[in-house]
């Protein structure tokens, strides 16, 4: 999947190395994809996941359509004229998935939201292999019978 | 929210730790943290209010080593135990795997503890689970103070459904990783394989 979404970064922001830094996180903030090697991947993920929760709720208690009566996707953007954080949400067969873009000095925001919307159409079109990652589902169990010995052997990894 | 990645052999869990205002929720992955080697864990996140109290969340992500070939990463949560704050407590629970209730042992706190596992339970049932089938552990908390309730009493009124329960005193760590041990297997236990 990290190879896919790079292919289309990289077809609709072919000249801007550097300029941007583009996140994809799962529901829960797990990160799937970044362009960035900072340390502080993991928090991204996890603030944008509880923002995004606490913006959905919003949504919905405030009355507003549910954004699954929409034809277009609800956005968050928390940014000045030319620098800050755009959010946008897409599906990959039924699962949720978070695509964050940092931008600074951007000349050019509205061209900047337009593309990343066009780029965002194109995400939710990545087939992710079923046999790589797959949700839970309610069939057999993976583990059975973990011993005490097994969860200290975990923990002896942590300095515990 | 659990994901097993076949490929890469990577399991995610999501554990979140309930109970009333002031219990040590916080406390518990503060300690957590600081006795863990730095390898291990990622930032811990607090979203708190000026008097640090917690508004939204805390988060700390630890890796749990292997098991069966298997690399094991916990996202570990608090919830805001003020009464206030209950719609973020539900946001919070969303795809959770396993949760550790902590409750506070003194006697004038017995009521928030009922109103908060009684708000655990229906908060759990608003989102389809089922507390007598997910996860669940109960943490005693503050042993160590006076004018506790004995945990016969805990026992009683508040584990009603029988599940593993510790006596903690987390400022201290006592306790702490007793707790999230018993949750932690209890979790893989459930692991579904999806096949």
């Known amino acids: 999947m990290k190879r896919g979404i790079e292919k289309l970064i990289k077809k609709h922001f072919p000249l801007t190395s550097g300029s941007y830094f583009f996140y994809v996180f799962g529901e829960e903030g797990i990160p799937v994809y970044s362009n960035s090697n900072s340390d502080d991947n993991q928090s991204i993920g996890v603030l944008v996941s509880g923002s995004m929760k606490a913006l959905e709720h919003l949504v919905q208690i405030s009355g507003l359509p549910s954004q699954k009566n929409q034809d277009e996707e609800f956005r968050f953007s928390y940014a000045t004229s030319d620098t800050g954080l755009l959010i946008n949400d897409f599906k990959v067969e039924d699962r949720n998935y978070f695509f964050v873009t940092k931008f600074t000095k951007e000349k050019n925001p509205g061209k900047l939201r337009s593309k990343i919307r066009l780029l965002i159409f194109d995400l939710a079109t990545i087939s992710l292999p079923k046999s790589k990652v797959e949700k839970n589902k309610d069939t057999k169990q993976l583990f059975t019978n973990i011993t005490d010995k097994e969860v200290d052997n975990m923990f002896s990894s942590l300095g515990i | 929210m659990s994901f097993v990645n076949y490929q890469t052999r990577e399991i995610n869990c999501k554990l979140v730790y309930y109970g009333p205002g002031l219990g040590g929720k916080t406390t518990n992955i503060q300690y957590i943290y600081q006795k863990t080697s730095g390898d291990n864990k990622g930032k ?21 080593g292997e098991i069966r ?19 973020s407590r539900r946001l919070v629970l969303r795809g959770v795997d396993g949760i550790i209730f902590v409750a506070d042992s003194q006697v004038e706190r017995m009521e928030a503890n009922i109103e908060s596992f009684n708000g655990l339970k229906k908060n759990l049932i608003e989102q389809g689970y089922d507390i007598t089938k997910i996860p669940l552990v109960m943490q005693w908390n503050k042993r160590d103070l006076p004018n506790i309730i004995p945990t016969e009493d805990l026992e009683r009124t508040l584990n ?4 593993p329960a510790f006596e903690a005193v987390a400022t201290d760590g006592e306790g702490v990783f007793e ?8 979790v893989l236990m459930n692991l579904k394989t999806g096949s």
């Not at chain 2, 640090?52 to 749990?64: G, H, I, K, N, Q």
């Not at chain 2, 009603?160 to 599940?163: L, P, S």
């Open chain 2, 44 to 64: 811990i996140i607090s979203l708190n209010t000026e008097n640090e109290r917690t508004l939204f969340f805390d988060f700390l992500p630890l890796d749990l």
């Open chain 2, 179 to 186: 707790t999230l041990k018993s949750i932690t297997k209890i």
């Open chain 2, 69 to 87: 070939g298997f690399k094991t990463r916990f996202h570990l949560y608090t919830v805001p135990g003020q009464v206030f704050y209950e719609a």
């Open chain 2, 160 to 163: 009603t459904i029988d599940v």
